[in-house]
T-cell receptor, first 112, second 110 residues
Framework: NAGVTQTPKFQVLKTGQSMTLQCAQD?????MYWYRQDPGMGLRLIYY???????DKGEVPNGYNVSRLNKREFSLRLESAAPSQTSVYFC???????????FGQGTRLTVV | QKEVEQNSGPLSVPEGAIASLNCTYS??????FFWYRQYSGKSPELIMS????GDQEDGRFTAQLNKASQYVSLLIRDSQPSDSATYLC??????????FGSGTRLQVQP
């Protein structure tokens, strides 16, 4: 079992470019999440999907969109990247809400 | 006030000592509490879960929960240099996703 798989692992974008971060889980989990991690800020929730077919905003959704493609896959899109979006992005999944989440290996994104 | 607060550290302990990490939370309705370990450049890894008042032990790790005082702690006995990492406290505040503290960096000195 791979768990939670994110692609790509590293990415450099120019300001204004767009990109999609991919995430897939093979644990048959219902809920999936996107967090960003910045130094001294901890993990902040961008968007989450409590179950297939639903998505909701988290703490810092501005500048991002998400798609829950199916039960396994949850993608994060940056439409017009800004330097403030330079961060490490983690996808996570869990059986349901309020239970432990399991994380992918992260995507280190730099916007120049 | 942050919903989940941790001292950023670093907390430095000698090898073999007990490391004590603390976390406070603001939402009295919180039901589930988790500790994650994160090595530098890696993703968070779940190490402990606790749901009721008291202690939960797993090997060298003990999680302690006090809902009345709204704090949760993690004790690491016989600390090893390999325990050096950032420890993240996470709380289910009922908002359908875990809320994380900013983490405490632990350094275990050989």
């Amino acid at each position: 079992n791979a768990g939670v798989t994110q692609t790509p692992k590293f990415q450099v974008l120019k300001t204004g470019q767009s990109m999609t971060l991919q995430c897939a889980q093979d644990m048959n989990h219902n809920s999936m999440y996107w967090y960003r991690q910045d130094p001294g800020m901890g993990l902040r929730l961008i968007y989450y999907s409590a179950s297939e077919g639903t998505t909701d905003k988290g703490e810092v959704p501005n500048g991002y969109n998400v798609s829950r493609l199916n039960k396994r896959e949850f993608s994060l899109r940056l439409e017009s990247a800004a330097p403030s979006q330079t961060s490490v992005y983690f996808c996570a999944s869990s059986e349901g809400v309020g239970v432990a989440a399991f994380f992918g290996q992260g995507t280190r994104l730099t916007v120049v | 006030q942050k919903e989940v607060e941790q001292n950023s550290g670093p907390l430095s302990v000698p090898e073999g000592a007990i490391a004590s990490l603390n976390c406070t939370y603001s939402d009295r309705g919180s039901q589930s509490f988790f500790w994650y370990r994160q090595y530098s450049g890696k993703s968070p890894e779940l190490i402990m879960s606790i749901y009721s008042n008291g202690d939960q032990e797993d090997g060298r790790f003990t999680a302690q929960l006090n809902k009345a005082s709204q704090y949760v702690s993690l004790l690491i006995r016989d600390s090893q240099p390999s325990d050096s990492a950032t420890y993240l406290c996470a709380v289910d505040t009922g908002r359908r996703a875990l809320t994380f503290g900013s983490g405490t960096r632990l350094q275990v000195q050989p």
